[in-house]
């Protein structure tokens, strides 16, 4: 079946603009997480969704920064007033949190530029 | 929360050596270890794992192990190949559900 899909793939956006990102995770999968990787660096956690649970916002690294997840599906996140440190590749995954399935399956991710 | 280190940061073998990676984590409550590889350019992949009842797993050249007391697992690939160069992450997930990566080991197979 179809994989995590994420869009846009690249986005180029001015310095103090918003910006959404897209994650279509694999149907049926109840977990949904957003990741941030910088360039050369690891998987920085952002939030975390699970059903019809509060979602995990531990990683937002601001307020400029949110998380939404419609009819458990998809999900878009949101930058605020976006800055340069935003820059990075943002990555989601989902995984099938039942029966101790835990992997997680990752999307292509969304590299964003801001100038 | 969880905080997991993963050493080296970088590793050059000769193909057809040995490589191992190691992680440590700090909350003893996590109890399912991945690791993922990532090549350039492309999304981090699943190439095996761990939970916490289990001390190590074997999937062809690649094997996991878990030291539950010590609070560290390992990955070991045998008889590498260049295709195996690539950054390697560990993680682990705890009671939360929430996984907590590892800074990443940038594995290169010369030949």
């Known amino acids: 079946g179809a994989g995590v899909s994420q869009s846009p793939s690249n986005k180029v956006t001015e310095k103090g603009k918003d910006v959404e990102l897209r994650c279509d995770p694999i149907s049926g999968h109840t977990a949904l997480y957003w990741y941030r990787q910088s360039l050369g660096q690891g998987l920085e956690f952002l939030i975390y969704?699970?059903?019809?649970?509060?979602?995990?916002k531990s990683g937002l690294p601001s307020d400029r920064f949110s998380a939404e997840r419609t009819g458990g599906s998809v999900s878009t996140l949101t930058i605020q007033r976006t800055q340069q440190e935003d820059s990075a590749v943002y990555l989601c995954a989902s995984s099938l949190v039942a029966g101790g399935k835990n992997e997680q399956y990752f999307g292509p991710g969304t590299r964003l530029t801001v100038t | 929360g969880e905080n997991v280190e993963q050493h080296p940061s970088t590793l050059s073998v000769q193909e057809g050596d040995s490589a191992v990676i190691k992680c440590t984590y700090s909350d003893s409550a996590s109890n399912y270890f991945p690791w993922y590889k990532q090549e350039l350019g492309k999304r981090p992949q699943l190439i095996i794992d761990?939970?916490?009842?289990?001390g190590e797993k074997k999937d062809q050249r690649i094997a996991v192990t878990l030291n539950k007391t010590a609070k560290h697992f390992s990955l070991h690939i045998t008889e590498t190949q260049p295709e195996d160069s690539a950054v390697y992450f560990c993680a682990a997930r705890g009671l939360g559900q929430n996984f907590v990566f590892g800074p990443g080991t940038r594995l290169s197979v010369l030949p």
């Open positions: 761990i939970r916490s009842n289990v």
């Open positions: 969704f699970q059903g019809n649970s509060a979602p995990d």
